[in-house]
């Protein structure tokens, strides 16, 4: 009995200082301490309780026997004082783990109470959140409740405006085939003003120049006329003066700019996407200013015809694609010297009439009659994309021309240079196709023998070589114009195209189906007074020729 009160003593501190938790846990484990105390202590209590004291034998018992009966009376007296002491320490045990157990349960209580009370505040707040959320969801709905209605309204509003822009289709369809038709118009009419203009026309540029010793020149306040002034010794050895007037279709005096000389121009670049061919000359001596009309500089302000007539040229048929055309354009580009045609877009391995052998390729004029087209045998020939593809071009072009040095400029070109464009349009709505080339040529220097020839033999032979074929092609030039100028109407006269490369190559851009521009180029020295006129008269022969009335080739389906 005694052995099983220790256990009590021994787990009794293990369960006042276990945590909380545990506790619970051994709760959830129904296994409540109170319980588990009570069982074994009631047994313990009933185990040990005192046996009850014998009953006192009578009096009839000797004295030995008393005295025996006595002592064992005593001893079970001691013996039961003793269990009832060990009795009343393991009630003093049991009360204290019973005060334990107390103090332990409150606590328990208290923290169950702490965790309740929490568990409240919690329900308190997610009741909060829960009126926010319905709040919320409330808010939500009404926001949905009036996109509704807005997307009702736009859905309204979408098939009003499907029903404006049909509308506004259908009169922009009305409107295409107004502005086909007024297209139509407008060609024609524009190429009416290009033949009341003439098909030939020559306009003259006067270079500028700082230099002191200028001719005397003066111009007209129409932009008509030059007059040059110059003086020369009488036969009686009397200074003359002498008065040299022309007249053209415009004249630009130094100051003139790449854009106002362009101005001008431009009409004749438009022909070339109507379907008609154009032909554009710079003429002059060596040095007056002929590149720098052509092909100008590098800049926007100083870009010559050919980037300008380009870029016109790619505008137009741009402009063109809303009126139903769309527009091919393939360039090349190719000089003429000696006689000799050199193709400037061809790839640096090809040679060039300067250095020709057996192997390179051979440059003939074709034409077919049929279609009044001409093809150069084996010449490049490039698609182009872009103005900024022509630049680029041009640039490539430049250095492989044949420049020599003469005694008037020293980089002169000794060559003609010619840049053919060639326009095809085609137009789907009401089929009609069109095809026109431009030619920009930038001629050689059109100086006499006796001024730039320095010798006869050696690098001056190959000089006079050089200007006899220039003279002689710019001499055919005028005589073609000329020979064109006088045909009659029913056309008898012969043009002797074939006198020189350039005439034959331009036989179909300068007869009767195309326009004609030559822009003199003059240089203001008094040096080269001389050389002024000579390009004045020429100018004037040309201008004074009328070609007949230009044709277009454009055709309908
Ligand atoms: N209108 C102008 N404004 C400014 N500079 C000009 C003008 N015309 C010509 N020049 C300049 O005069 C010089 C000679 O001009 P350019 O080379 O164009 O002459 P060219 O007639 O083509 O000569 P060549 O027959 O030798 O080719 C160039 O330096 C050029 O820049």
């Known amino acids: 009995m005694a052995s099983r009160l220790p256990r009590y003593r021994s787990s009794s501190p293990e369960r006042t200082l276990m945590a909380p938790a545990l506790k619970r846990k051994a709760q959830d484990q129904n296994d409540p301490p109170v319980r588990k105390i009570h069982k074994p202590l009631s047994k313990s209590i009933t185990s040990t309780a005192p046996k009850p004291l014998t009953k006192p034998r009578p009096p009839t018992l000797t004295a030995g026997t008393r005295a025996t009966q006595i002592s064992d009376l005593t001893k079970q007296l001691g013996e039961a004082k003793s269990q009832a002491r060990e009795h009343i320490h393991a009630l003093n045990l049991a009360n204290d783990e019973i005060a334990t157990l107390k103090r332990t349960h409150s606590m328990q209580v208290s923290e169950l109470e702490y965790d309740i009370r929490k568990g409240q505040l919690q329900v308190e707040e997610l009741d909060q959140d829960l009126q926010l959320a319905r709040t919320e969801v409330q808010k939500l709905r009404e926001n949905v409740n009036q996109l509704t209605s807005t997307g009702q309204d736009m859905q309204q509003q979408l098939s009003n405006d499907a029903e404006v822009i049909a509308a506004l289709r259908a009169e922009v369809e009305a409107l295409k085939s107004e502005a086909i038709d007024a297209e139509s118009v407008r060609r024609q009419l524009h190429n009416t003003i290009q033949e009341l203009k003439g098909n030939i026309r020559v306009f003259c540029r006067v270079r500028p120049d700082p230099s002191p010793e200028l001719a005397n020149v003066s111009y007209s306040k129409e932009k008509r006329d030059i007059v040059v002034t110059s003086t020369s010794e009488s036969a009686t050895g009397q200074q003359r003066k002498d008065v040299h007037s022309f007249t053209f279709d415009r004249v630009f005096e130094p100051h003139a700019t790449q854009a106002e000389v362009f101005e001008e121009v431009s009409q004749l670049a438009q022909s070339c996407t109507d379907g008609y061919n154009v032909c554009i000359f710079a003429y002059g001596q060596t040095g007056s200013g002929k590149s720098f009309t052509m092909e100008g500089g590098q800049t926007e302000e100083t870009a010559g015809m050919i980037p300008r007539a380009v870029d016109q040229v790619f505008r137009v048929t741009n402009d063109l694609k809303s009126r139903g055309w769309e527009y091919t354009l393939e360039g090349q580009f190719l000089e003429i010297y000696n006689e000799t045609i050199n193709d400037l877009l061809a790839s640096s391995s090809s040679a ?72 095809e349009g085609v137009n789907e709505t009401n089929g009609e196709r069109c095809v026109g080339w431009l030619n920009l040529v930038d001629l050689a220097g059109s100086e006499r023998l006796n001024v730039s020839f320095a010798g006869s033999v050696g690098p001056g032979a190959e000089r006079l070589k050089e200007t006899q074929n220039i003279n002689k092609s710019l001499s055919s030039l005028g005589d073609v114009i000329s020979a064109l100028g006088e045909k009659g109407a029913n056309g008898e006269k012969h043009v002797p195209y074939r006198n020189s490369k350039l005439t034959y190559l331009l036989q179909y851009s300068l007869s009767g189906s195309s326009k004609t521009l030559m822009i003199l180029n003059l240089s203001p020295l008094a040096a080269h007074l001389n050389e002024s006129l000579n390009s004045l008269r020429f100018a004037t022969k040309v201008n004074n020729t009328t070609i007949g009335t230009a044709k277009s080739s454009k055709q309908s389906r």
């Open 352 to 423: 060039t009439s300067t250095s020709s052998t057996s192997s390179s390729p051979q440059y003939n004029i074709k034409h077919d009659p049929q279609t009044r087209t001409t093809t150069v045998t084996n010449l490049t020939s490039v698609p182009l994309t872009s103005p900024a593809h022509v630049r680029s071009l041009l640039l490539r072009s430049q250095s492989r021309r044949s420049v020599a040095s003469t005694l008037m400029n020293e980089h002169s070109s000794r060559s003609h240079s010619v840049f053919r464009v060639k326009i």
